[in-house]
């Protein structure tokens, strides 16, 4: 018999049971409540609610741990490949190199995107925003791609292998896509070499000049590579949570997806990152005072917000904002690039870690904090970081 609580309602005691997660985290299991005591639970916001039982990533957000299947996100982003790391999140265990070399191949083998979708990257306004774009565009990928599966969770591992391969091969083509056009560089298409790592393809497909090789600079691959794993999972929050809903009701692939990268588009999400950047930008341009922005973000009549901190999970330093900060550091050095952004961002973190109002709230910098920092560095435009953290 497994632990169980008791509700008392209107003389009445129903049993709730308790399950208990890998790392003996407890959870009242409400799912017989209604049809037993003709309650239901109200949790705006679903701030205490998990849809489903997993065993991919574990958080605690009180002491800072992130896990991908037991692992430390700091000894995956430290030792290992993001295609690693995408193997270990989908299938438990991390790739020996056979296996590896096999989900590698498979990807380059499913990364081709038909032309015609060129022709509807083109019919874009060159302002329009890559995250709108990219949405539509993986959202059309369905019509191009008619036997694209339901995502039905019934199905067995093997059928769910091709759609995973699928979508690792094919949104950073789309990617890569939504970039060329901001930039006004001609649509190139991957080079399906397999002599190319997963990240060194998408930065060439992405960077790639006409008539130019692209030469792979070690240092970009490599935060690159810490920033897909950094961003690679993170539980239930709102865009996952979003592609399972449309998925639940067995809408295809491509479309639940495309749900999910509008969900992850909102400044209070994903979108976070871009605005961060904004928001160094104008304190920049409005003489440095770092004080006066931390003020009106404390100010409750003044909308302001201080973007990148805070986090709905995390009432700790986000550990994927450590790395993300010590990884900009070390790109601004290696790349040699004295950006006055990093000064104004450490100034701000320093200020709100010693600032009542955070301190009290519980308010750290997030994952956001200082990946735009990076994205900047590498010669990515701040309107694409929300593409990158979809990526
Ligand atoms: N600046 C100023 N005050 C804040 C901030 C902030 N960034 N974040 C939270 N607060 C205050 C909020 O006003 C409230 O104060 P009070 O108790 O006096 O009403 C208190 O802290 C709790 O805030 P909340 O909105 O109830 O907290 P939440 O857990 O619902 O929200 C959040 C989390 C991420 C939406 C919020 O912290 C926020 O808006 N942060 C800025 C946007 C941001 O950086 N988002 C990226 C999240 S991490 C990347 C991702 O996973 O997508």
């Known amino acids: 018999m497994g ?74 982003a430290s030792k290992a490949t993001f295609l690693e790391v995408a193997y270990l999140l989908i299938f438990g265990e991390l790739p020996n190199k056979e296996e590896l070399e096999k989900f590698h191949n498979d990807i380059i083998e499913q990364s081709f995107v038909n032309d015609d979708v060129k022709k509807i990257v083109d019919a874009f306004p060159g302002a329009a925003h890559p995250m709108g774009v990219l949405s539509s565009l993986t959202s059309a990928l369905t019509a191009f791609n008619p036997d694209d599966v339901s995502l039905d969770y019934t199905r067995s591992k093997e059928e769910m292998y091709n759609p995973i391969v699928k979508v690792m091969g094919k949104i950073p083509v789309l990617i890569a896509w939504a970039f060329r056009k901001k930039n006004g560089f001609p649509l190139e ?7 190319l790592s997963y990240v060194e393809n998408i930065l060439q497909m992405m960077f790639k000049r006409p008539n130019k090789d ?31 809903i449309v ?25 976070a990152n871009q605005a961060v ?57 290696t790349l040699g690039i004295d950006d006055p952004v990093l000064d104004i961002a450490k100034e701000l973190e320093k200020q709100a870690l010693k600032d009542s109002y955070f301190v009290e709230r519980k ?17 990515i435009p701040s309107d694409m970081y929300t593409v990158m953290f979809a990526l």
């Open 189 to 195: 298409y991957s080079s399906k070499t397999k002599n």
């Open 277 to 333: 950047l904004e928001m160094f930008n104008a304190i920049k341009e409005d003489g440095g005072d770092t004080q006066k922005y931390i003020n009106k973000a404390k100010d409750k009549e003044d909308p302001f917000r201080l973007m990148g901190f805070g986090h709905r999970v995390y009432k700790n330093y986000d550990p994927r904002a450590k790395i993300i900060k010590e990884a900009a550091h070390s790109i601004l050095e």
């Open 247 to 271: 998925g639940s009701a067995h809408a295809g692939l491509f479309a639940s997806i495309s749900a999910g990268i509008s969900a992850l588009w909102g400044p209070l999400h994903g979108g």
């Open 3 to 76: 632990k169980k609580a008791e509700l008392h309602y209107d003389g009445e005691v129903f049993d709730i049971p308790v399950v208990t997660g890998a790392e003996n985290e407890n959870a009242l299991d409400i799912s017989k409540l209604r049809e037993e005591s003709g309650l239901i639970t109200l949790d705006r916001g679903f701030k205490n609610t998990g849809s489903t039982a997993s065993a991919i990533t574990f958080l605690n957000g009180e002491q800072g741990i992130l896990r991908y299947r037991g692992y430390s996100i700091e000894e995956l």
């Open 214 to 244: 692209y030469i792979q600079n070690p240092v970009l691959v490599n935060v690159l590579n810490k920033l897909l794993i950094l961003h690679a999972d993170h539980e239930q929050n709102c865009s996952t949570s979003t592609v399972r």
């Open 363 to 379: 308010l750290y910098p997030n994952v956001d904090f200082y990946s735009g920092v990076i994205y900047r560095a590498m010669g």
